[in-house]
């Protein structure tokens, strides 16, 4: 999966991986649209989104880019690597949300039988575009990386401990302001991780050899252009 193009080199390089990122990011809005329409309960951080949402009077898109911007913030404050690709995260997915929202292509599901599918559906739409995501190597996203900054810095805590707390105070917090929470979130909770695994086995994938590239030597590469 190494190759020229993922080293990010080049400013078209550069250019062309952060197309990638922003379509993939896009798509994976449209899971994110599905597992919501599921009418089932939304996945932890979304919860947030839709409570804050609800509590403000805003777009979801809105809500997630406040709330992803200002993860971005702490990220940058606990002095994680930050990519260029983080930035398109924290804007193109809510309102690829609100794009979807706003064409009504699919109705909420009124039972289980069409809420299950649905949700997993989006689930496997969001595991194949996390694949291009990250095959960007313009950095993870803000969620991922505040996980592995505060896993850092309580070493003697697991991870998946970490995570564990850090998706409950989301889903607490967001469901406080009216976000919806129900067996969806579980499915979500429990089913993303299988599932973005069978995704990426399924394309040959390890996302542990990527090597994002940091905002200041994307920078770097960019600032050298000849004009």
């Known amino acids: 999966m190494k190759n020229k193009l993922s080293e990010n080199r080049s400013v078209g390089a550069i250019l062309l ?43 979801y898109g809105s809500a997630s ?30 309102k690829s949300v609100d794009f979807f929202n706003w064409l009504g ?9 069409t809420a299950v599918p649905m949700m997993i559906a989006g689930l496997f739409i969001i595991a194949y575009t996390q694949y291009g995501y990250m095959l960007a ?16 810095r309580v070493e003697k805590i697991p991870i998946g401990a970490v995570s564990i707390a850090l998706l409950g105070t989301a889903t607490l917090i967001g469901w406080l302001l009216g976000g919806q929470v129900g067996i969806g979130t579980l499915i979500y909770a429990f089913g993303s991780g299988p599932i973005m695994q069978m995704a ?28």
């Not at 649209?33 to 777009?59: K, M, Q």
């Not at 990426?200 to 004009?227: E, G, N, P, Y």
């Open 105 to 113: 292509l699919v109705p909420k599901a009124s039972s289980l039988l």
């Open 65 to 94: 880019i406040a709330i992803s911007l200002t993860i971005l913030l702490i990220d940058i404050l606990l002095r994680e690597p930050i990519g260029l690709a983080m930035f398109v995260d924290a804007v193109v997915v809510g």
């Open 17 to 59: 991986n952060m197309l990638l990122a922003a379509v993939s990011l896009f798509v994976n809005g449209f899971g994110i649209y599905l597992t919501i329409r599921a009418n089932i309960g939304a996945a932890p951080w979304d919860v947030l989104n839709l409570g804050v949402s609800h509590t403000l009077g805003i777009y």
């Open 200 to 227: 990426f086995q399924s394309v040959h994938f390890d996302a542990t050899h990527i090597r994002h590239q940091r905002l200041k030597d994307s920078c770097r590469v960019i600032c050298s252009m000849h004009i």
């Open 137 to 152: 190597s313009l950095g993870c996203g803000p969620r991922d990386t505040l996980l592995v900054g505060l896993a850092k």
